[in-house]
Structures are given as C-alpha cells and as structure tokens.
C-alpha cells in the first residue's frame, strides 16, 4: 500500500468541485484501507447527488479558527488525551498501519490516536502540515457525494460533505463548519471550514475564551474584531483598556512561542494569562509602530489565554500571528 501527503491551505478556492487549498494546512498522513471498500456507519452508499457548495465571494481567504465551538464542552478534556468517536480516551500517537479501522460512527480522532484504531475501512487520516501536526481528522476517500458520508457524532450542526479538500482531485467525506454550525463537542471549525480534532486544553479555567485555536502556528492564525466586544480584562502594562477579545491557545511542545499583531487596523495591546483567573504572563503595548508582540516560554501540552486588547479607546480589526 503507498502512503502519502497532500495538502490543504487555508484559502477557500471557489470554483466547480469546492476545494480548500491553504499553504501547507493539512495533509494526508496514512492512507487506510485505500484499496478497501468504501464503508459508512449507514451502511450502503444511498445518494450520489451533487457536490456541496460553500456561500461565500469568490477569493474568499480564512484564517485559522474555531469559529463556533462551544469551549464549554470541550474543557474537559487533557493535553495528552481527548475523547474518539467512540467516547472513550485514548492515548497520543499515529500509524502508518493498512489495518481497517474499528471505529463506528466516521471522522475518528486520528489526531490524539493511532488512525488504525478509530479510522474506519476507506478512510485515511488528513492532519495540517505542521511540524509536529496540530490537527487531524478521519476522512472517507473517494467519496461520490454527501450521501455516502458517515453521519457526524453526535453534538454540534456541522453536516457532512463531499469535496475536494486536499487539493488533489479526490473527494473526501469531511464534517463542514461553514456560517457559524458549531462542531460536535471536542472538535475545532479549522479555517471555518472543517471539523477537526486538535490537542485538548491544558489544566486551568478556559470557560472566557470566545475562540479556541488548538495549535495553530504562523501568520494570521486568528483574524476577527474587537469593536464591540466586552471590555473583559485590563492589561498590566498600560492600564484600563476598551472592548477586548479573548483566544486560547495550547503548544504541542515545549518552548518560547512569540505571538504578535502585525497587520491589525489599530493600536493593539496584547497579552497572555495563564488562564481565565490566573496572572499576566507577559504584556506589550507598542513593538512594531503601532502594533504588539510578546514572548512567552511554554511547556509542552499547556494552554494559555491571549487576550488582543487596545490602547486607550482603540478598537478595531486585529490579525493574531504566532511563531
């Protein structure tokens, strides 16, 4: 059997057959069962009708996010594991295996499993192309329309669909996230488009957060606005501040992570918490002309909180970058 890796970007593409081609988003990381049968937990393929269409201007382009998920649902679960299709916990790993999976219900999380364990027959593995990845999700290969596709777990109103999203002209079954449907518990809307699994949140009080951006490394990692949010913390290095937004965020190893807002519309103050109710990690006001940049040294698996803030009475569009 070959294994191999495709890519998904993080730019919408809207032509004919939808596709999602971002630079160097997701990937196929262990094709399973590619020359087994396809399998849905409905049984027999019942629909061949046509391709989903996203609403949306042509050129669209997204940013990573979790647009939609309810961080309620998902906080219990740990760094190290979080919860299959299934339910039940498994522990961090990949294989490369062409075993069939034993999953039951379709877009396993091959993320914090091996794929082998909770891909089902037909379904390969497609993570994001970071070093290491930082999501992942089963996806049924080859699929001839919506029909065909698994039904999502339960939770959430993201809905199956069947396109193209690794850019490699083979349709894949995948859970879609478009307009704000919120994905089933313990799954990110990845670039607001895809369920995805992703790591789960570390230890501490994450109940504030507005988004969760798993972990999510590069430019415009979150993109959005602070005018007319609520003014829920103040920042240690300049004092009061207006409207704010809150982002939690988790390293998959440990490190220095530098998070930035170059390329937001106005003077931002940013900074990092430990948690909801936990002290200021690091803070800055103005570090490339009017925009921030900090800091902050992490241990592998530990969420923290990012608030994008603005100085005086300043609010507007920010963009989130972390490296």
């Not at 794929?115 to 994001?128: F, M, P, Q």
């Not at 990110?188 to 895809?194: P, T």
């Not at 902050?296 to 969420?303: H, I, N, P």
């Amino acid at each position: 059997m070959t294994y191999s890796h495709r890519t998904l970007c993080r730019t919408h593409r809207w032509a004919h057959r939808v596709a999602l081609l971002a630079g160097g988003a997701l990937v196929l990381c262990a094709c399973l069962g590619d020359d087994l049968p396809m399998q849905a937990d409905t049984g027999e393929s019942t629909s061949t009708g046509p391709e989903p269409t996203v609403s949306g201007p042509p050129g669209t382009t997204v940013a990573v996010s979790s647009s939609g998920v309810d961080l309620d649902t998902t906080s219990t679960l740990t760094a190290s594991t979080t919860l299959t299709s299934e339910g039940t916990a498994g522990s961090s790993g990949s294989s490369d295996s062409g075993e069939t999976g034993t999953g039951e219900q379709g877009y396993g999380d091959c993320f914090n499993n091996p794929a082998k364990d909770v891909c089902l027959a037909g379904e390969t593995c497609i993570d994001d192309a970071g070093m290491p990845p930082g999501v992942g999700v089963c996806a049924l290969q080859d699929c001839g329309g919506e029909g065909e596709c698994p039904s999502p777990p339960p939770g959430g109103r993201a809905f199956p669909a069947c396109m193209d999203v690794t850019g490699d002209s083979v349709d894949e079954c995948v859970l879609q996230c478009t307009g704000g449907a919120d994905c089933p518990p313990g799954m990110l809307c990845f670039s607001e488009f895809v369920c995805v699994w992703a790591p789960g949140l570390g230890t501490g009080d994450f109940s504030c957060a507005d988004e969760n951006l798993g972990a999510a490394l590069g430019d415009a990692v979150a993109m959005g606005t602070t005018a007319g949010q609520g003014d829920d913390f103040e920042a240690g290095c300049v004092g009061q501040t207006p409207a704010d937004v809150q982002l939690v965020w988790t390293a998959l190893v440990g490190g220095t992570y530098t998070f930035d807002t170059v390329g937001s519309s106005y003077d931002t103050v940013l900074y990092v918490l430990e948690d909801c109710v936990g002290p200021e990690l690091a803070c800055n006001d103005d570090t490339v002309m009017y925009n921030s940049e900090v800091a902050v040294e992490l241990l592998a698996g530990q969420s923290v909180l990012i608030v994008v803030d603005g100085y005086n009475n300043s609010t507007g569009s920010y963009t989130l970058n972390i490296h």
